[in-house]
C-alpha cells in the first residue's frame, strides 16, 4: 500500500539554528498539506499545496517559516531560525485532489521536532 | 465559526468493554465528516467518514460512527475494545478544502 514518506522521523536543534523537513507524497496525489501538532492537541494546518501551487498558508508564521513544493511531488518545509516553542510533530499529509472538503488525507508517520 | 468539539480528553475502558467517543461540531452547512486515530508517535489513520446517505456508517478495526444532525454529533462506537486501541481518536470537519479538527480524545484501554 502507498504511503506519504517522511523524514527525518525525529530531529533535535538548538534555537535559532535552521531544520527542514521532507515529504514525499503518495503518487498522483495533487494536494499535500503540512500541519504542525503540539502534544495533546489536534493538527493545525500550516500550508497546503495544489501540485506546486500554494492553496493557503494563512497559519504559517513567514517570518520563519517556508514552504516549497517545486516540481509539484516532494515538499521541504523549513524553519529558520527554530525558537523554543517550534517543538512539536510536524506531520504530512495528501489528497488525491480538493474536492470541497470531501477528500481523504493520508498522514506520513511525522517528524517529531525538539528545540533546545 | 465552523468548530469541532470532542468533549473528553481522556477516556478509560477495560478490554473488552464497549466504546463510545464524543464529538460535536458546528458548522453551516451539511458537513463532511471523519475520524481518524492516531497510535504514539505515529501519523493519523482514517478510521471512517461520512458525506451523506445512511446515517450509520461502518469504518475500519470495527469501529463504527452515527451522524445525529439533530445533535449535531457524529459519535465513534465500537462494540468490544481491544488493547490495540489504545490510541489518540480525532474527529474532523470537512471545509471550504480543508479539515477542522478536534483536539483528540486519548482512549486508555485498562486490562
Known amino acids: 500500500e502507498a504511503e506519504v514518506a517522511q523524514s527525518p522521523r525525529y530531529k533535535i536543534t538548538e534555537k535559532s539554528q535552521a531544520v527542514a523537513f521532507w515529504c514525499d507524497p503518495i503518487?498522483?496525489?495533487?494536494?499535500l498539506y503540512w500541519y504542525r501538532q503540539i502534544l495533546g492537541q489536534g493538527p493545525e494546518l500550516l500550508v497546503q499545496?495544489?501540485?506546486?501551487?500554494?492553496?493557503?498558508d494563512s497559519q504559517l508564521p513567514k517570518d520563519r517559516f517556508s514552504a516549497e513544493r517545486l516540481k509539484g511531488v516532494d515538499s521541504t518545509l523549513k524553519i529558520q531560525p527554530a525558537e523554543l516553542g517550534d517543538s512539536a510533530m510536524y506531520l504530512c499529509?495528501?489528497?488525491?485532489?480538493?474536492?470541497?472538503?470531501?477528500?481523504?488525507?493520508?498522514f506520513g508517520p511525522g517528524t517529531r521536532l525538539l528545540v533546545l | 465559526a465552523q468548530s469541532v468539539t470532542q468533549p473528553d480528553i481522556h477516556i478509560t475502558v477495560s478490554e473488552g468493554a464497549s466504546l463510545e467517543l464524543r464529538c460535536n461540531y458546528s458548522?453551516?452547512?451539511?458537513?463532511?465528516l471523519f475520524w481518524y486515530v492516531q497510535s504514539p508517535g505515529q501519523g493519523l489513520q482514517l478510521l471512517l467518514k461520512?458525506?451523506?446517505?445512511d446515517t450509520l456508517v461502518q469504518g475500519i478495526k470495527g469501529f463504527e460512527a452515527e451522524f445525529k444532525r439533530s445533535q449535531s454529533s457524529f459519535n465513534l462506537r465500537k462494540p468490544s475494545v481491544h488493547w490495540s486501541d489504545a490510541a489518540e481518536y480525532f474527529c474532523a470537519v470537512g471545509s471550504n478544502y480543508q479539515l477542522i479538527w478536534g483536539a483528540g480524545t486519548k482512549l486508555i484501554i485498562k486490562p
Open positions: 499545496f495544489q501540485d506546486e501551487s500554494v492553496v493557503d
Open positions: 461520512y458525506f451523506s446517505g
Open positions: 458548522y453551516g452547512a451539511t458537513p463532511y
Open positions: 499529509a495528501s489528497s488525491l485532489a480538493l474536492d470541497r472538503g470531501k477528500e481523504t488525507q493520508y
Open positions: 503518487s498522483g496525489h495533487a494536494t
